[in-house]
Nanobody, 115 residues
Framework: VQLVESGGGLVQPGGSLRLSCAASGFTFSSYAINWYRQAPGKERELVATITSGGVTTNYADSVKGRFTISRDNAKNTVYLQMNSLKPDDTAVYYC?????????WGQGTQVTVSS
């Protein structure tokens, strides 16, 4: 199982970024995928989840209405569209899959929101 995040960077408050998570090594279309984030000195938190078929999504209250998770099962990729970014969104963002009782993580992508 391999998960590779990309798309992070430095953005001003109010700006937007789209993160991507490219997956391989498992039947991608059969699994829900999660985005987590971890800010310096804080615990890793769940940001968004999308079910295997992409029909159902869930979000942390802190990002609801600003972030959108989506997936393209033909490309084995999950996206996180982040709008109206705030300094509190600064963190390393990770995608994650729970498969056969094991949780797999990517290496993360840094998002920094600062003027």
């Amino acid at each position: 199982v391999q998960l590779v995040e990309s798309g992070g960077g430095l953005v001003q408050p109010g700006g937007s970024l789209r993160l991507s998570c490219a997956a391989s090594g498992f039947t991608f279309s059969s699994y829900a995928i999660n985005w987590y984030r971890q800010a310096p000195g804080k615990e890793r938190e769940l940001v968004a989840t999308i079910t295997s078929g992409g029909v159902t999504t869930n979000y942390a209250d802190s990002v609801k209405g600003r972030f959108t998770i989506s997936r393209d099962n033909a490309k084995n990729t999950v996206y996180l569209q982040m709008n109206s970014l705030k300094p509190d969104d600064t963190a390393v963002y990770y995608c994650n899959v729970l498969r056969w009782g094991t949780r797999y993580w990517g290496q993360g992508t840094q998002v920094t929101v600062s003027s």
